[in-house]
């Protein structure tokens, strides 16, 4: 008898064991969401901070960092990539709010800009 209890001892401690043990895998991996969700918040709150110092300081003479020179190239590429697909698609984007319009459309249905039409002559 005595060896099923000292087997049933046994049995509850490796059990109760084995369930604090999940239970602090839980709660690590709970942490570490928790952490990585934070660390998530931080970064987008740095890209809107680098978001807002460009949009203040893009038309600077002499800009602070390079990175906003290859952002200004970038953007100007985007846009010629951008026409290039809208002229492909049969349409164009408006330049004063982006709205995509019929690409011999005279003025944006959106926000009513004069489009400007180049006609093939």
Do not use: W
């Not at 084995?18 to 570490?32: G, M, N, P, Y």
């Not at 492909?88 to 039409?117: H, M, R, T, W, Y």
Request: with cysteine; proline share 2%.
């Amino acid at each position: 008898m005595e060896l099923f209890d000292k087997l049933s001892d046994t049995l509850v401690t490796v059990s109760r064991d084995a369930s604090q043990k999940a239970k602090d895998l839980s709660e690590k991996a709970k942490i570490r969401v928790d952490i990585k969700a934070k660390e998530d918040y931080i970064n987008k709150q740095y890209l809107e901070i680098g978001r807002a110092y460009y949009e203040m300081h893009k038309d600077d003479p002499d800009p602070a960092y390079v990175q906003m020179d290859l952002i200004k190239e970038a953007e100007e590429t985007l846009g010629e990539l951008k026409q290039q697909l809208g002229e492909l698609k049969g349409i164009q984007i408006c330049p004063k709010c982006g709205e995509q319009v019929a690409q011999d459309a005279e003025f944006c249905s959106k926000c009513g800009a004069k489009l400007d039409i180049f006609e093939e002559e």
